[in-house]
């Protein structure tokens, strides 16, 4: 049967600051889920990762779905008439948009979706992220797809031996959507060359080139492109289909050990290193550090299992100390260089308006300046 699982995410408000949303909202949104699901998906779970909650739906409308995504937003309506009688902080955040039209992209919601024939087991990997932006995936997706490194199962598993098509997208350009595809192994340098931009190109799905297949899919929503103002970071969303010809449950979580520098932590303007987390976790330190987690899943005839939460394991506690001192250590510079993120990214207006205050102040010696025109004229 053919299955869709789509993940729709928002911040409606949370407790403390930016930490994590209220048992009460959660509860307000699984409640609005299950009065009024109806049938129309198979099964839902939700869950949240520091402020961002996260609804999982295993459904058979296909992506894109008008009713599924409508469902959604009302659930994050009604969390967000929590958040806001407790008073929770950035109540309704990511609603922009005041009625539903038709799909939660671009109102401000995340969403990753897929549609494919279900395998006699299909396992699959949910991750979420929080104090990020969907550049954040785009190594652990390109080592866990393309480098043998990562992924032994590109040299050691004939299902994998033709590689993967990358579909990329440049979340620069606002007007549609721009996309690339690129295969891998053949067009590795070119993938690397876009994907080093975290911030302009994003892996939008990964295929198999073997079966044709989805793999991969991940949110790509740039909030600041909707809005034209900050509103908080994209937190992104990621499904991965996993085992056979897909890389392996631990193969698309080794990159992860990384905890590779990305863009987000405090007011989405710093880098910083990305923590794999548990299931539910907060945020703390300096607003982060960034964090993500993966739940594992499988699902049967539209039904979903619970989740395996796969950063809920001995060995990660290990990682969560290595990422915790990176983040130490680039907070030792505060705002200097590369610990502060460059100006187009800056996710507050406060510098550009210095910029504008300062800008009238600067002086350029005249005598100097004379002399290099005249120099230039006599050439
Ligand atoms: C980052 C984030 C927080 C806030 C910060 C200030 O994505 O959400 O770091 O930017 O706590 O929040 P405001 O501007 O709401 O006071
Ligand atoms: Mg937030
Ligand atoms: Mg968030």
Not at 29 to 44: I, R, S
Not at 266 to 292: A, C, I, Q
Request: charged share 25%; with cysteine; glycine share 10%.
């Amino acid at each position: 049967m053919k299955t869709t699982l789509s993940i729709i995410k928002a911040d409606i408000g949370s407790i403390g600051g930016h930490i994590k949303p209220s048992a009460q909202l959660i509860d307000r949104v699984k409640d609005h889920l299950k009065t009024n699901l109806k049938g129309l998906a198979n099964d839902f779970f939700v869950s949240h990762t520091g402020d961002d909650v996260a609804i999982l739906f295993a459904h058979t409308r296909g992506v894109g779905d008008e009713k599924i995504h409508k469902i959604a937003w009302d659930a994050f309506i009604a969390g967000t008439a929590v958040a806001k009688e407790q008073g929770l902080y950035g109540a309704g955040q990511d609603l922009l948009k005041d009625s539903f039209s038709g799909n939660v992209k671009g109102m401000g919601p995340a969403v990753a979706e897929m549609e494919f024939e279900e395998r006699p087991n299909e396992p699959f990997l949910f991750f979420a992220a929080d104090k990020t932006d969907p550049g954040a995936y785009n190594l652990p997706l390109y080592l866990a797809f393309t480098d043998p490194m990562y992924n032994s199962g590109l040299i050691l598993s004939p299902n994998m031996a033709k590689g993967f098509k990358f579909v990329i997208m440049d979340v620069s350009y606002t007007e549609g959507d721009r996309m690339i595809e690129l295969n891998a192994p053949e067009e590795i340098y070119d993938i690397a060359a876009l994907l080093r931009d975290n911030e302009r190109f994003v892996v939008e799905s990964i295929w198999s080139r073997e079966t044709g297949e989805i793999a991969a899919s991940v949110s790509t929503t740039r909030l600041h492109n909707i809005a034209g103002k900050y509103t908080g970071k994209d937190d992104p969303v990621m499904l991965v289909r996993v085992q056979g010809p897909f890389p392996a449950t631990g193969e698309t979580l080794a990159p992860f050990n990384i905890g590779h520098y990305v863009a987000g932590f405090m007011r989405g303007s710093h880098t910083g290193p990305l923590m794999p987390v548990k299931m539910n976790s907060s945020v703390s330190y300096f607003d982060g550090p960034p964090v993500v987690c993966a739940l594992g899943f499988c699902v049967h005839n539209g039904k979903l299992t619970e989740p395996a939460d796969a950063f809920d394991h001995p060995y990660w506690e290990y990682i969560r100390t290595k990422v915790s001192r990176k983040a130490t250590e680039i907070r030792q510079q505060g705002f200097a260089g590369a610990a502060m993120l460059p100006y187009s990214e800056l996710e507050y207006g406060g510098i550009v308006s210095k910029m504008n205050k300062l800008d009238p102040r600067f002086k350029v010696n005249q005598e100097e300046k004379e002399e290099k025109v005249g120099k230039k004229k006599k050439k």
